[in-house]
Nanobody
């Protein structure tokens, strides 16, 4: 089992960039799909991006396409989310999750981090 821990959140101006990291303990990291989700106050948790264990397959939410890039380094048990051209609507707590499937469905992920706050000012 892996346990994700997110880092890299913060305050950024609209149009700026951030890179989130998710370090996951456990020897079987490369066998897990890793997903990023986000949740803002009063809204449900929503899918952002997912990457397969090998890193060869990725999927993005429409809101993330062209602006966000998910990647992973299995040698260091880390997954990244590079976010460019940030908008105030991207403000949320961002969560990293590990699961057996490459999926947008949050309920199919087994392990979740505690989240990192991203705030985009206008």
């Amino acid at each position: 089992q892996v346990q994700p821990v997110e880092s890299g959140g913060g305050l950024v101006q609209a149009g700026g960039s951030l890179r989130l990291s998710c370090a996951a303990s456990g020897r079987t990291f490369s066998s897990y799909a890793m997903g990023w989700f986000r949740q803002s106050p009063g809204k449900e948790r929503e899918f952002v991006a997912v990457i397969s264990g090998s890193g060869r397959t990725t999927y993005y939410a429409d809101s993330a396409k062209g602006r966000f890039t998910i990647s992973r380094d299995n040698a260091s048990n880390t997954v990244f989310l590079r976010m460019n051209s940030l908008k105030p609507d991207d403000t949320a707590v961002y969560y990293c999750a590990a699961g057996p499937l490459v999926t947008r469905l949050a309920e199919l992920y087994d392990r979740w981090g505690q989240g990192t706050q991203v705030t985009v000012s206008s």
